[in-house]
Nanobody
Framework: QVHLVESGGGLVQAGGSLRLSCVASGRTASVVAMGWFRQAPGKEREFVGRIRWSGGETYYADSVKGRFTISREKVQYKVYLQMNNLQPEDTAVYYC????????????WGQGTQVTVSS
């Protein structure tokens, strides 16, 4: 099992910034990648971006490319989502997830943190 806890959400005005954090515990040696997803009210959960744990390669959804940046503290198993130039359409609950060794899907999830962007 890998346990994930997100933090850093809040209320921000359009054009502002937030940094989300997610820390993993438990069987962290099995972490292959960590990703960020979000779910707005009435919508399905959507992919935001991810980082491969060994090499640090990142990949982003087109909707956030150039505004959001994922980074990690490798040894501490922490991942960050720096969100700049936030817009009201970024309002959602943000979740971090883990892809574990031998798996291709995100099997472990945090409880989520709310991000609200006012216009």
């Amino acid at each position: 099992q890998v346990h994930l806890v997100e933090s850093g959400g809040g209320l921000v005005q359009a054009g502002g910034s937030l940094r989300l954090s997610c820390v993993a515990s438990g069987r962290t040696a099995s972490v292959v990648a960590m990703g960020w997803f979000r779910q707005a009210p009435g919508k399905e959960r959507e992919f935001v971006g991810r980082i491969r744990w060994s090499g640090g390669e990142t990949y982003y959804a087109d909707s956030v490319k150039g505004r959001f940046t994922i980074s990690r503290e490798k040894v501490q198993y922490k991942v960050y989502l720096q969100m700049n130039n936030l817009q009201p359409e970024d309002t959602a609950v943000y979740y971090c997830g883990v892809v574990a060794l031998g798996r291709t899907d995100y099997d472990y999830w945090g409880q989520g943190t709310q991000v609200t962007v006012s216009s």
